[in-house]
């Protein structure tokens, strides 16, 4: 995170809500100050992420590969988008399931439109998107 100082403050809260946040404190096995942390940096990077920065993706589909074309299809999708696919991954589930990662960089705004479009394909069963801010300082 560099050499940025670490500076203290002051946080009210309704005594309920604090003991939820200290079992989530307790199971993680952390300190309240490193799961706030958390929190605020994954919040912070949602909010990046909603105004269209730099980010990768992890988009996760799990289709019926008998699907004619489908695979064709998804293949297709990809080749679209170029040098922004930077790794996927193949898992045969049962006979008929397939479970794909594809790895994809770009603007968060254009990787959940690409995402969409997968979901959106005919025999895709489940589809998932988690997106990161590219810049994470």
Same mark, same amino acid.
């Given at each position: 995170?560099?050499?940025?100082?670490?500076?203290?403050?002051?946080?009210?809260?309704?005594?309920?809500?604090?003991?939820?946040? /200290?079992?989530?404190?307790?199971?993680?096995?952390?300190?309240?100050?490193?799961?706030?942390?958390?929190?605020?940096?994954?919040?912070?990077?949602?909010?990046? =992420?909603?105004?269209?920065?730099?980010?990768?993706?992890? =988009?996760?589909? =799990?289709?019926? *590969?008998? =699907?004619?074309?489908?695979?064709?299809?998804?293949?297709?999708?990809? *080749?679209?988008?170029? /040098?922004?696919?930077?790794?996927?991954?193949?898992?045969?589930?049962? *006979?008929?399931?397939?479970?794909?990662?594809?790895?994809?960089?770009?603007?968060?705004?254009?990787?959940?439109?690409?995402?969409?479009?997968?979901?959106?394909?005919?025999?895709?069963?489940?589809?998932?998107?988690?997106?990161?801010?590219?810049?994470?300082?």
């Amino acid at each position: 995170m560099g050499t940025s100082k670490v500076v203290r403050f002051g946080v009210a809260m309704d005594g309920k809500l604090l003991s939820e946040f /200290d079992k989530l404190v307790e199971q993680r096995g952390g300190s309240r100050s490193e799961v706030l942390r958390d929190l605020v940096r994954a919040e912070v990077t949602k909010h990046r =992420v909603a105004h269209g920065v730099q980010a990768i993706a992890a =988009v996760t589909l =799990v289709y019926d *590969h008998h =699907v004619r074309d489908l695979s064709e299809r998804l293949t297709e999708l990809q *080749h679209d988008l170029g /040098d922004a696919v930077r790794s996927t991954m193949h898992v045969h589930l049962s *006979h008929h399931l397939c479970l794909e990662v594809i790895v994809i960089n770009g603007r968060a705004d254009e990787l959940q439109r690409f995402a969409e479009r997968l979901f959106a394909t005919r025999g895709v069963l489940h589809g998932g998107i988690e997106i990161v801010s590219a810049n994470t300082a």
